[in-house]
Nanobody, 127 residues
Framework: QVQLVESGGGLVQAGGSLRLSCAASGRTFSTYAMGWFRQAPGKEREFVAGITQNGRITYYANSVKGRFTISRDNARNTVYLPMNSLKPEDTAVYYC????????????????????WGQGTQVTVSS
């Protein structure tokens, strides 16, 4: 079992930056593909970015491509999401999630394929 704890959210002005972190428990972190999702009020949870088990492949939603960068440190059991050039439409609760069943080297963008979730961290971007 994996427990995930996000941190790094907050309030920032448009154009600013934040870096989210997700710390995972357990010795099998490196066997999970990891993803970041977000959910704004009144909207469905959406995929933001994903990274394969060894960190060599990443994938982004078009809305964040070029502004957000997902990375992971398997020695520290942590996945990161630096976010630059933030926009008011990026305002949401951000969740990290672990996918233990995806084939090696693949990333899935559907939330129902992820096994474990963090509690979320609020990101608010003011205009």
């Amino acid at each position: 079992q994996v427990q995930l704890v996000e941190s790094g959210g907050g309030l920032v002005q448009a154009g600013g930056s934040l870096r989210l972190s997700c710390a995972a428990s357990g010795r099998t972190f490196s066997t999970y593909a990891m993803g970041w999702f977000r959910q704004a009020p009144g909207k469905e949870r959406e995929f933001v970015a994903g990274i394969t088990q060894n960190g060599r492949i990443t994938y982004y939603a078009n809305s964040v491509k070029g502004r957000f960068t997902i990375s992971r440190d398997n020695a520290r059991n942590t996945v990161y999401l630096p976010m630059n050039s933030l926009k008011p439409e990026d305002t949401a609760v951000y969740y990290c999630a672990a996918d233990g069943t995806t084939p090696w080297g693949q990333i899935r963008g559907r939330s129902n394929t992820y096994d474990y979730w963090g509690q979320g961290t609020q990101v608010t971007v003011s205009s």
